[in-house]
Protein backbone atom coordinates (compact mmCIF):
# COMPACT_ATOMS: atom_id res chain seq x y z
CA UNK A 1 0.00 0.00 0.00
CA UNK A 2 2.00 3.53 -1.20
CA UNK A 3 2.04 6.24 1.04
CA UNK A 4 0.38 8.56 -0.99
CA UNK A 5 -3.18 10.14 0.23
CA UNK A 6 -6.13 8.75 -2.40
CA UNK A 7 -8.11 11.33 -1.64
CA UNK A 8 -6.19 14.06 -2.21
CA UNK A 9 -7.81 15.56 -5.63
CA UNK A 10 -11.02 15.25 -7.05
CA UNK A 11 -12.39 12.79 -9.67
CA UNK A 12 -11.08 14.53 -13.36
CA UNK A 13 -13.58 14.55 -15.85
CA UNK A 14 -17.49 15.69 -15.97
CA UNK A 15 -19.08 12.60 -17.10
CA UNK A 16 -17.02 10.55 -14.70
CA UNK A 17 -18.12 13.04 -11.91
CA UNK A 18 -21.74 12.54 -13.04
CA UNK A 19 -21.39 8.38 -13.00
CA UNK A 20 -19.41 8.68 -9.74
CA UNK A 21 -22.52 11.25 -7.80
CA UNK A 22 -25.32 9.06 -9.54
CA UNK A 23 -23.37 5.58 -8.47
CA UNK A 24 -22.89 7.04 -4.80
CA UNK A 25 -26.50 8.57 -4.81
CA UNK A 26 -28.36 5.29 -5.62
CA UNK A 27 -26.34 3.35 -2.86
CA UNK A 28 -27.33 5.63 -0.09
CA UNK A 29 -30.76 5.49 -1.17
CA UNK A 30 -30.84 1.84 -0.58
CA UNK A 31 -29.41 1.26 2.39
CA UNK A 32 -32.73 1.32 4.76
CA UNK A 33 -30.87 2.85 7.51
CA UNK A 34 -31.08 6.35 8.11
CA UNK A 35 -28.03 8.47 6.75
CA UNK A 36 -26.11 9.72 9.86
CA UNK A 37 -25.08 13.33 10.03
CA UNK A 38 -21.69 14.78 9.52
CA UNK A 39 -19.99 14.32 12.94
CA UNK A 40 -15.94 14.23 12.40
CA UNK A 41 -14.70 17.72 11.25
CA UNK A 42 -11.64 19.34 9.58
CA UNK A 43 -10.66 21.27 12.44
CA UNK A 44 -10.48 24.98 11.21
CA UNK A 45 -7.56 27.00 10.55
CA UNK A 46 -8.42 29.03 13.17
CA UNK A 47 -7.96 27.08 16.02
CA UNK A 48 -5.64 24.75 14.63
CA UNK A 49 -2.66 27.66 14.21
CA UNK A 50 -3.54 28.11 18.63
CA UNK A 51 -2.07 24.76 18.55
CA UNK A 52 -1.05 22.75 15.92
CA UNK A 53 -0.27 19.93 17.92
CA UNK A 54 -3.48 19.71 19.92
CA UNK A 55 -5.57 19.06 16.92
CA UNK A 56 -3.63 17.23 14.29
CA UNK A 57 -2.38 13.41 15.29
CA UNK A 58 1.38 12.86 16.16
CA UNK A 59 1.77 9.09 16.26
CA UNK A 60 -1.11 7.36 15.13
CA UNK A 61 -3.12 8.08 11.79
CA UNK A 62 -6.85 6.70 11.51
CA UNK A 63 -9.45 6.74 9.05
CA UNK A 64 -9.61 9.28 5.80
CA UNK A 65 -8.12 12.08 7.27
CA UNK A 66 -5.01 10.68 8.07
CA UNK A 67 -4.64 7.35 7.30
CA UNK A 68 -2.03 8.02 4.65
CA UNK A 69 -0.62 10.93 6.79
CA UNK A 70 3.33 11.02 4.86
CA UNK A 71 4.92 11.39 8.16
CA UNK A 72 2.69 8.38 10.35
CA UNK A 73 1.96 5.70 7.38
CA UNK A 74 5.82 4.40 7.19
CA UNK A 75 6.06 4.34 11.09
CA UNK A 76 2.60 2.93 12.27
CA UNK A 77 1.12 0.73 9.28
CA UNK A 78 2.98 -2.73 10.44
CA UNK A 79 1.93 -1.68 14.04
CA UNK A 80 -1.57 -2.13 12.75
CA UNK A 81 -1.21 -5.06 10.92
CA UNK A 82 -0.19 -6.60 14.16
CA UNK A 83 -2.71 -5.11 16.15
CA UNK A 84 -5.20 -6.74 13.09
CA UNK A 85 -3.71 -9.88 13.51
CA UNK A 86 -4.34 -9.84 17.37
CA UNK A 87 -8.12 -9.16 16.76
CA UNK A 88 -8.50 -11.86 13.86
CA UNK A 89 -6.67 -14.51 15.24
CA UNK A 90 -8.84 -15.83 17.96
CA UNK A 91 -11.61 -15.58 14.86
CA UNK A 92 -9.57 -17.14 12.04
CA UNK A 93 -11.41 -20.49 11.58
CA UNK A 94 -14.75 -18.84 11.37
CA UNK A 95 -14.19 -15.46 9.58
CA UNK A 96 -11.66 -14.02 7.29
CA UNK A 97 -10.34 -10.79 7.24
CA UNK A 98 -12.02 -10.43 3.67
CA UNK A 99 -15.39 -11.21 4.99
CA UNK A 100 -14.90 -7.78 7.79
CA UNK A 101 -14.17 -5.92 4.42
CA UNK A 102 -17.38 -6.85 2.65
CA UNK A 103 -19.53 -6.12 5.97
CA UNK A 104 -17.47 -2.72 6.18
CA UNK A 105 -18.07 -2.13 2.43
CA UNK A 106 -21.56 -2.55 2.35
CA UNK A 107 -22.13 0.37 4.55
CA UNK A 108 -19.56 2.69 2.95
CA UNK A 109 -22.14 5.61 2.27
CA UNK A 110 -23.07 5.37 5.73
CA UNK A 111 -19.22 6.15 6.37
CA UNK A 112 -18.87 8.77 4.15
CA UNK A 113 -21.48 10.77 5.18
CA UNK A 114 -19.83 11.08 8.95
CA UNK A 115 -17.62 13.24 7.52
CA UNK A 116 -17.89 17.13 6.86
CA UNK A 117 -15.90 16.81 3.13
CA UNK A 118 -17.04 14.59 0.16
CA UNK A 119 -14.54 11.33 -0.39
CA UNK A 120 -13.83 10.79 -3.74
CA UNK A 121 -12.15 7.26 -3.27
CA UNK A 122 -13.83 3.60 -4.94
CA UNK A 123 -15.21 1.29 -2.38
CA UNK A 124 -12.79 -1.53 -2.04
CA UNK A 125 -10.12 0.97 -0.91
CA UNK A 126 -13.04 2.36 1.73
CA UNK A 127 -13.55 -0.53 2.97
CA UNK A 128 -9.68 -2.07 3.66
CA UNK A 129 -8.74 1.31 4.92
CA UNK A 130 -11.91 1.60 7.63
CA UNK A 131 -11.40 -1.99 8.60
CA UNK A 132 -7.45 -1.77 9.06
CA UNK A 133 -8.40 1.24 11.77
CA UNK A 134 -11.42 -0.14 12.73
CA UNK A 135 -9.42 -3.10 13.96
CA UNK A 136 -6.89 -1.25 15.02
CA UNK A 137 -9.02 0.96 17.77
CA UNK A 138 -10.57 -2.06 18.74
CA UNK A 139 -7.50 -3.73 19.69
CA UNK A 140 -6.41 -0.57 21.73
CA UNK A 141 -9.52 -0.21 23.05
CA UNK A 142 -9.35 -4.14 24.89
CA UNK A 143 -5.55 -3.57 25.44
CA UNK A 144 -6.89 -0.16 27.64
CA UNK A 145 -9.26 -1.85 29.00
CA UNK A 146 -6.90 -4.74 30.29
CA UNK A 147 -3.75 -3.28 30.72
CA UNK A 148 -4.44 0.63 31.05
CA UNK A 149 -2.34 0.96 28.20
CA UNK A 150 -2.36 2.44 24.20
CA UNK A 151 0.07 3.60 21.77
CA UNK A 152 -1.19 6.99 22.02
CA UNK A 153 -4.33 8.30 24.10
CA UNK A 154 -4.47 11.72 22.85
CA UNK A 155 -3.95 10.65 19.53
CA UNK A 156 -7.22 8.23 19.94
CA UNK A 157 -9.32 11.18 20.77
CA UNK A 158 -8.56 13.95 18.32
CA UNK A 159 -11.72 14.79 16.11
CA UNK A 160 -10.40 14.54 12.80
CA UNK A 161 -8.89 11.25 13.66
CA UNK A 162 -12.38 9.57 14.68
CA UNK A 163 -13.91 5.88 12.96
CA UNK A 164 -17.13 6.03 13.10
CA UNK A 165 -19.06 3.64 15.70
CA UNK A 166 -20.83 1.91 12.80
CA UNK A 167 -17.29 0.51 11.72
CA UNK A 168 -17.01 -0.85 14.93
CA UNK A 169 -20.26 -2.31 15.56
CA UNK A 170 -19.87 -3.96 11.44
CA UNK A 171 -16.68 -5.42 12.58
CA UNK A 172 -17.75 -6.77 15.71
CA UNK A 173 -21.18 -8.43 13.93
CA UNK A 174 -18.52 -9.85 11.01
CA UNK A 175 -16.34 -11.50 14.04
CA UNK A 176 -19.13 -13.01 16.01
CA UNK A 177 -22.53 -13.55 15.10
CA UNK A 178 -24.26 -13.10 18.30
CA UNK A 179 -26.45 -11.28 20.15
CA UNK A 180 -26.13 -7.68 18.90
CA UNK A 181 -26.87 -6.00 22.59
CA UNK A 182 -24.17 -8.16 24.22
CA UNK A 183 -21.82 -6.59 21.49
CA UNK A 184 -22.82 -3.58 22.25
CA UNK A 185 -22.33 -4.20 25.85
CA UNK A 186 -18.82 -4.95 24.66
CA UNK A 187 -17.67 -2.23 22.63
CA UNK A 188 -19.68 0.48 25.46
CA UNK A 189 -17.66 -0.99 28.11
CA UNK A 190 -14.36 -0.39 26.01
CA UNK A 191 -15.47 2.98 25.33
CA UNK A 192 -16.59 3.83 28.84
CA UNK A 193 -13.00 2.46 30.57
CA UNK A 194 -11.14 4.31 27.96
CA UNK A 195 -13.23 7.94 28.42
CA UNK A 196 -13.31 7.27 32.16
CA UNK A 197 -9.31 7.13 32.24
CA UNK A 198 -9.10 10.04 30.10
CA UNK A 199 -11.92 12.68 30.63
CA UNK A 200 -11.00 16.04 32.71
CA UNK A 201 -14.41 15.12 34.29
CA UNK A 202 -16.79 12.62 36.02
CA UNK A 203 -18.66 10.96 33.79
CA UNK A 204 -22.59 10.21 34.31
CA UNK A 205 -23.28 7.01 35.98
CA UNK A 206 -25.86 6.33 34.14
CA UNK A 207 -25.94 4.11 29.88
CA UNK A 208 -26.41 7.10 27.88
CA UNK A 209 -27.86 6.06 24.58
CA UNK A 210 -25.20 3.97 22.76
CA UNK A 211 -27.31 3.68 19.71
CA UNK A 212 -26.97 7.93 18.55
CA UNK A 213 -23.27 7.51 19.56
CA UNK A 214 -20.83 8.86 16.36
CA UNK A 215 -17.64 7.75 17.87
CA UNK A 216 -15.27 7.81 20.49
CA UNK A 217 -14.99 11.50 21.31
CA UNK A 218 -18.93 11.74 20.81
CA UNK A 219 -19.14 9.13 23.93
CA UNK A 220 -16.83 11.09 25.79
CA UNK A 221 -18.77 14.61 25.02
CA UNK A 222 -21.76 12.84 26.18
CA UNK A 223 -20.77 11.51 28.66
CA UNK A 224 -19.35 14.69 30.28
CA UNK A 225 -22.16 16.90 29.42
CA UNK A 226 -25.18 14.87 30.60
CA UNK A 227 -23.52 14.15 34.00
CA UNK A 228 -27.09 15.73 35.29
CA UNK A 229 -30.78 14.95 34.52
CA UNK A 230 -31.29 17.64 31.82
CA UNK A 231 -32.79 20.69 32.68
CA UNK A 232 -34.78 22.44 29.87
CA UNK A 233 -33.39 25.84 29.03
CA UNK A 234 -34.42 28.40 26.71
CA UNK A 235 -30.85 29.39 24.84
CA UNK A 236 -30.13 30.75 22.44
CA UNK A 237 -26.78 31.03 20.64
CA UNK A 238 -25.05 34.43 19.73
CA UNK A 239 -21.63 35.53 17.84
CA UNK A 240 -19.75 37.11 20.35
CA UNK A 241 -19.92 40.98 20.46
CA UNK A 242 -22.95 40.82 18.61
CA UNK A 243 -25.46 41.60 22.02
CA UNK A 244 -26.06 45.06 21.75
CA UNK A 245 -24.16 47.58 24.55
CA UNK A 246 -24.02 51.31 25.48
CA UNK A 247 -23.50 53.71 22.75
CA UNK A 248 -19.57 54.96 23.11
CA UNK A 249 -18.90 58.55 24.24
CA UNK A 250 -16.37 58.93 21.51
CA UNK A 251 -19.30 57.78 18.83
CA UNK A 252 -21.33 60.24 20.11
CA UNK A 253 -19.37 63.47 20.02
CA UNK A 254 -18.40 62.01 16.21
CA UNK A 255 -21.63 62.45 15.44
CA UNK A 256 -21.91 65.63 17.10
CA UNK A 257 -19.53 66.88 15.29
CA UNK A 258 -21.22 65.45 11.76
CA UNK A 259 -24.38 67.31 12.81
CA UNK A 260 -22.34 70.72 12.84
CA UNK A 261 -20.26 70.44 10.30
CA UNK A 262 -23.22 69.46 7.59
CA UNK A 263 -24.69 73.40 8.97
CA UNK A 264 -21.80 74.45 6.69
CA UNK A 265 -21.64 74.61 2.86
CA UNK A 266 -19.43 72.99 0.88
CA UNK A 267 -18.65 70.74 3.30
CA UNK A 268 -19.76 67.44 1.86
CA UNK A 269 -16.48 66.25 1.37
CA UNK A 270 -15.06 65.88 5.31
CA UNK A 271 -18.28 64.41 5.73
CA UNK A 272 -17.56 61.49 3.78
CA UNK A 273 -14.45 61.65 5.77
CA UNK A 274 -15.71 61.85 9.00
CA UNK A 275 -18.26 59.40 8.24
CA UNK A 276 -15.39 56.65 7.05
CA UNK A 277 -13.69 57.39 10.45
CA UNK A 278 -16.77 56.44 12.08
CA UNK A 279 -17.56 53.16 9.83
CA UNK A 280 -13.58 52.33 11.38
CA UNK A 281 -14.28 53.02 14.95
CA UNK A 282 -17.76 51.31 15.26
CA UNK A 283 -15.83 47.98 13.56
CA UNK A 284 -12.77 48.62 15.87
CA UNK A 285 -15.81 48.01 19.03
CA UNK A 286 -16.69 45.27 17.58
CA UNK A 287 -13.69 43.27 17.18
CA UNK A 288 -12.68 44.21 20.79
CA UNK A 289 -15.71 42.85 22.30
CA UNK A 290 -15.33 39.55 19.91
CA UNK A 291 -11.58 39.71 21.40
CA UNK A 292 -12.47 40.13 25.25
CA UNK A 293 -12.78 36.93 27.87
CA UNK A 294 -15.55 36.51 29.57
CA UNK A 295 -16.24 39.33 32.03
CA UNK A 296 -16.18 37.58 35.65
CA UNK A 297 -13.86 38.48 38.39
CA UNK A 298 -10.49 35.78 39.16
CA UNK A 299 -10.75 33.57 42.00
CA UNK A 300 -8.54 35.68 44.05
CA UNK A 301 -10.42 38.86 43.16
CA UNK A 302 -13.59 37.26 44.11
CA UNK A 303 -12.43 36.07 47.76
CA UNK A 304 -10.36 38.94 48.47
CA UNK A 305 -12.61 41.38 47.89
CA UNK A 306 -15.89 40.22 47.28
CA UNK A 307 -15.87 37.06 50.20
CA UNK A 308 -16.36 34.53 47.71
CA UNK A 309 -15.62 31.25 48.51
CA UNK A 310 -15.24 28.27 46.52
CA UNK A 311 -16.53 25.01 46.93
CA UNK A 312 -16.17 21.24 45.08
CA UNK A 313 -19.77 20.43 44.58
CA UNK A 314 -21.15 17.57 46.08
CA UNK A 315 -22.29 13.98 44.53
CA UNK A 316 -19.25 14.15 41.80
CA UNK A 317 -21.95 16.54 40.26
CA UNK A 318 -20.96 17.83 36.31
CA UNK A 319 -20.83 20.92 34.36
CA UNK A 320 -24.57 21.77 34.43
CA UNK A 321 -24.40 21.84 38.47
CA UNK A 322 -22.44 25.00 39.06
CA UNK A 323 -23.98 27.18 41.51
CA UNK A 324 -23.62 30.30 43.71
CA UNK A 325 -25.29 31.55 46.36
CA UNK A 326 -24.85 34.90 46.97
CA UNK A 327 -26.95 35.15 51.06
CA UNK A 328 -24.75 35.12 53.92
CA UNK A 329 -22.16 32.60 52.76
CA UNK A 330 -21.11 33.59 49.51
CA UNK A 331 -20.43 30.11 48.19
CA UNK A 332 -19.62 29.06 44.47
CA UNK A 333 -19.85 25.12 43.69
CA UNK A 334 -17.90 23.38 40.72
CA UNK A 335 -17.51 20.45 39.92
CA UNK A 336 -14.49 18.23 39.91
CA UNK A 337 -11.46 18.98 36.68
CA UNK A 338 -8.62 16.66 36.72
CA UNK A 339 -5.90 17.93 34.50
CA UNK A 340 -2.66 15.91 32.80
CA UNK A 341 -0.36 15.80 30.40
CA UNK A 342 -3.19 15.26 28.03
CA UNK A 343 -6.11 17.27 29.42
CA UNK A 344 -5.44 20.24 26.67
CA UNK A 345 -5.61 18.38 23.83
CA UNK A 346 -8.32 16.57 25.20
CA UNK A 347 -10.47 19.94 26.29
CA UNK A 348 -9.41 21.45 22.84
CA UNK A 349 -10.94 18.49 20.92
CA UNK A 350 -14.43 18.18 22.66
CA UNK A 351 -14.81 21.96 23.10
CA UNK A 352 -14.11 22.04 19.23
CA UNK A 353 -16.14 19.10 18.59
CA UNK A 354 -19.14 20.85 20.30
CA UNK A 355 -19.06 23.74 17.95
CA UNK A 356 -18.52 22.15 15.15
CA UNK A 357 -21.65 20.49 16.02
CA UNK A 358 -24.06 22.85 17.24
CA UNK A 359 -22.67 24.96 13.67
CA UNK A 360 -24.14 22.58 12.09
CA UNK A 361 -27.28 22.36 10.34
CA UNK A 362 -28.13 18.72 10.87
CA UNK A 363 -27.39 19.42 14.53
CA UNK A 364 -29.57 22.11 15.97
CA UNK A 365 -29.84 20.43 19.06
CA UNK A 366 -26.41 20.91 20.27
CA UNK A 367 -25.51 23.53 22.83
CA UNK A 368 -22.84 25.28 24.11
CA UNK A 369 -22.82 24.43 27.72
CA UNK A 370 -19.04 22.63 28.00
CA UNK A 371 -17.38 25.93 25.88
CA UNK A 372 -18.95 27.75 28.26
CA UNK A 373 -17.61 26.03 31.18
CA UNK A 374 -14.09 26.46 29.42
CA UNK A 375 -15.11 30.12 28.59
CA UNK A 376 -16.01 30.71 32.67
CA UNK A 377 -12.61 28.82 34.07
CA UNK A 378 -10.94 31.11 31.49
CA UNK A 379 -11.92 33.94 33.32
CA UNK A 380 -11.73 33.40 36.77
CA UNK A 381 -8.23 31.66 36.40
CA UNK A 382 -5.50 34.70 35.77
CA UNK A 383 -2.51 33.19 38.05
CA UNK A 384 -1.12 30.55 39.82
CA UNK A 385 -2.69 31.91 42.66
CA UNK A 386 -6.02 31.18 41.10
CA UNK A 387 -5.16 27.77 40.73
CA UNK A 388 -3.76 26.73 43.86
CA UNK A 389 -7.25 28.41 45.64
CA UNK A 390 -9.01 25.56 43.60
CA UNK A 391 -6.72 22.65 44.04
CA UNK A 392 -6.68 23.74 47.76
CA UNK A 393 -10.85 23.17 47.96
CA UNK A 394 -10.32 19.93 45.90
CA UNK A 395 -12.05 21.41 42.23
CA UNK A 396 -8.77 20.75 40.40
CA UNK A 397 -6.95 17.80 40.42
CA UNK A 398 -4.61 16.17 38.68
CA UNK A 399 -0.17 16.28 38.19
CA UNK A 400 -0.40 19.27 35.89
CA UNK A 401 1.18 21.94 37.88
CA UNK A 402 -0.25 25.24 38.33
CA UNK A 403 1.58 27.38 36.18
CA UNK A 404 0.39 24.81 33.26
CA UNK A 405 -2.99 25.22 34.15
CA UNK A 406 -2.96 28.91 33.83
CA UNK A 407 -1.58 28.49 29.90
CA UNK A 408 -3.66 26.28 29.52
CA UNK A 409 -6.53 28.00 30.27
CA UNK A 410 -5.18 31.63 28.90
CA UNK A 411 -4.04 29.58 25.74
CA UNK A 412 -7.32 28.34 24.51
CA UNK A 413 -8.99 31.66 24.88
CA UNK A 414 -12.42 33.16 24.54
CA UNK A 415 -14.90 31.26 21.83
CA UNK A 416 -15.98 33.07 19.08
CA UNK A 417 -19.49 31.66 20.13
CA UNK A 418 -21.49 32.55 23.46
CA UNK A 419 -24.70 31.25 25.21
CA UNK A 420 -27.34 33.84 26.62
CA UNK A 421 -30.65 33.56 27.88
CA UNK A 422 -31.28 30.40 29.63
CA UNK A 423 -28.38 29.60 30.42
CA UNK A 424 -27.73 28.74 33.98
CA UNK A 425 -24.09 29.50 34.12
CA UNK A 426 -24.76 32.73 32.72
CA UNK A 427 -27.03 33.35 35.58
CA UNK A 428 -24.00 32.47 37.94
CA UNK A 429 -21.65 34.94 35.90
CA UNK A 430 -24.59 37.84 36.28
CA UNK A 431 -24.68 37.11 40.09
CA UNK A 432 -20.50 36.62 40.66
CA UNK A 433 -20.07 40.17 39.28
CA UNK A 434 -23.37 41.81 40.40
CA UNK A 435 -22.17 41.04 44.20
CA UNK A 436 -18.28 41.72 42.97
CA UNK A 437 -19.50 45.10 41.34
CA UNK A 438 -21.42 46.13 44.86
CA UNK A 439 -18.82 46.35 46.83
CA UNK A 440 -17.66 49.29 48.07
CA UNK A 441 -13.71 49.30 46.46
CA UNK A 442 -15.05 47.98 43.52
CA UNK A 443 -17.31 51.00 43.13
CA UNK A 444 -14.86 54.00 43.69
CA UNK A 445 -12.27 52.23 41.58
CA UNK A 446 -14.38 52.04 38.43
CA UNK A 447 -16.02 55.61 39.11
CA UNK A 448 -12.35 56.80 39.14
CA UNK A 449 -10.99 55.29 36.05
CA UNK A 450 -13.93 55.68 34.40
CA UNK A 451 -14.03 59.76 34.85
CA UNK A 452 -10.16 59.64 34.20
CA UNK A 453 -10.82 57.52 31.42
CA UNK A 454 -13.92 60.00 30.16
CA UNK A 455 -11.63 63.27 30.73
CA UNK A 456 -8.50 61.90 28.73
CA UNK A 457 -10.86 60.69 26.12
CA UNK A 458 -12.89 63.82 25.69
CA UNK A 459 -9.81 66.26 25.80
CA UNK A 460 -8.36 63.96 23.04
CA UNK A 461 -11.61 63.91 20.94
CA UNK A 462 -11.66 68.15 21.11
CA UNK A 463 -8.34 69.08 20.10
CA UNK A 464 -8.90 66.64 17.17
CA UNK A 465 -12.24 68.12 16.27
CA UNK A 466 -10.34 71.70 16.99
CA UNK A 467 -7.74 70.85 14.30
CA UNK A 468 -10.45 69.29 11.92
CA UNK A 469 -13.04 72.65 12.21
CA UNK A 470 -9.67 74.92 11.80
CA UNK A 471 -8.27 73.22 8.41
CA UNK A 472 -12.46 73.33 6.96
CA UNK A 473 -12.20 77.08 7.77
CA UNK A 474 -9.04 77.93 5.74
CA UNK A 475 -10.49 75.14 3.03
CA UNK A 476 -13.27 77.04 2.84
CA UNK A 477 -11.73 80.71 2.96
CA UNK A 478 -9.28 79.65 -0.32
CA UNK A 479 -12.63 78.62 -1.90
CA UNK A 480 -14.77 80.83 -1.42
CA UNK A 481 -13.19 84.30 -0.09
CA UNK A 482 -13.48 86.57 2.51
CA UNK A 483 -17.05 87.46 1.80
CA UNK A 484 -19.71 89.31 4.42
CA UNK A 485 -21.72 85.39 4.43
CA UNK A 486 -18.55 83.75 4.64
CA UNK A 487 -17.17 85.75 7.58
CA UNK A 488 -20.54 85.14 9.59
CA UNK A 489 -19.28 81.08 9.26
CA UNK A 490 -16.00 82.06 10.06
CA UNK A 491 -16.83 83.70 13.29
CA UNK A 492 -19.08 80.69 13.65
CA UNK A 493 -15.96 78.33 14.15
CA UNK A 494 -13.85 80.29 15.48
CA UNK A 495 -16.68 80.95 18.46
CA UNK A 496 -17.38 76.47 18.18
CA UNK A 497 -13.39 76.23 18.03
CA UNK A 498 -13.12 78.25 21.34
CA UNK A 499 -15.91 76.50 23.13
CA UNK A 500 -14.73 73.07 22.78
CA UNK A 501 -11.44 74.47 23.99
CA UNK A 502 -12.83 75.86 27.02
Not at 159 to 166: M, S
Not at 272 to 279: A, D, F, N, P, Y
Not at 388 to 401: F, V
Request: charged share 25%; aromatic share 8%; net charge negative.
Amino acid sequence: MASVNPFSGPISGNKQWVQHISTTLKKQLAIAVDTPPPSIFQIPKILKDENPEAYVPQRIGLGLNHHFHSELYPKMEQNKLTAVKRVLKPYQFQVSEDEVVEKVKAIIPLICACYDSYLDADDDTLAWLMSIDGLFLIDQLAVYSAHRFAVDAKDLIKLENQIPLIVLKEIQNALSEGNAVMQDDYLESMLGMFCKSHSPFILNNQKIDFIGVHHLLDYMYHSIVNNETFISTDISITKAGSSPSEKDDKLELLELLIQIIAQIPGSKPFLLLIESLKTNFLNSIEKKIMAEEIKVPSVSELRDIAGVNFHLSPSNDGIRNIKFMPENERSCYLPLITLNTNSEVILRNLVAYEQLMADSSFNSSYSLELTEYVDFMCGIIDSAKDVRLLRGEKIIGGDLDDEKIVELFNGIGRSLARMNGGSELKKTVDELNRVYERMPRVWVQRMAKRQLRASVNIAKFLIGSSSTLLVIREVYLKAYGSTPVNRVLDDFVRSTIAHFLR
